[in-house]
């Protein structure tokens, strides 16, 4: 009698498809396909990845491209516990992001474009992760697969559109902040005109790399430092308007130096070394919102 309900209860389990993580590597089939589909993925994003790669490294304004893939990693690492105990019911609904991935890439391969193929390989991921794992894997992996997208640059297009409408703010804020310092300043488009010299605010210091950046720096702070969704949602949108700020503030400072000390002095090792400080300036501001934030909470909760 024993025999026969051992025998009854772990057939009765056989439908639920239900798997852990823990026990995939003991399937020797499971494991030879998932080496296959490795493979086949190498042949067909290979050239992707690396293109993708060579940017990260060549183009200032997506470098931060580099840390997006590590610090998914590293949240995958630090909530393992809980997407390794979720149970594995493979869906086909997924084969319908493999489609659709299939098909960016088709279409931007065939159009030599780079930005479709490189989104495919996001939307694929997310398709396997259902076609292996089921829907409640790629719930449980969400936050990580999301931001994934952060990686990719924006296609050309879409980047001239937001970077010539940031030049001309940045130059309007530089030209109020100047003339709050009662420096002589007349302002023609995203050129600042001073006294001595012109300033063009090219696409390079229009804030869009700065804005790109600190706005990912906010996505991965909510997730590891921040539970609640508002306070993540408002760290992201705060991050938009400091760093248009500290960008126009970095300018008026260039402008203040290049009126009053020199114009080699402004452009040279200052015009990098306030980049960078005012990126940091700009993290412990967004750290700092984030304290009121949770002490705002906290005494509403009190009272």
Known sequence: MNRVSQKTGSAERLPGRALSLHGIFLNE???????LLFALLWLLYARVVANLARQWFDDPNYSHGIFVPICCALLLWIHRKSW?????QPSTSGLLFVVAAMGLLLVGTLGAELFLPRFSLCILIGGLVVYFAGWRMLRAVLAPWLVLFLMIPLPVIVFNEIAFPLQVLASRLACSFLELLQVPVLREGNIIVLSSMSL?????CSGLRSLMSL???????????????WMRCLLVLVAVPVAVFTNALRITISAVLAQYVSHEFAEGFFHAFSGLLLFLLSLAALAGLHTLGNRFATRRVAT
């Open 29 to 35: 089939t499971l494991l030879l396909q998932v080496i």
């Open 84 to 88: 390794m105990a979720t149970p594995l």
């Open 200 to 204: 063009d605010i090219v696409e390079a």
């Open 215 to 229: 706005i990912t720096v906010a996505v991965f702070y909510g997730l590891f430092f921040e539970r609640k969704l």
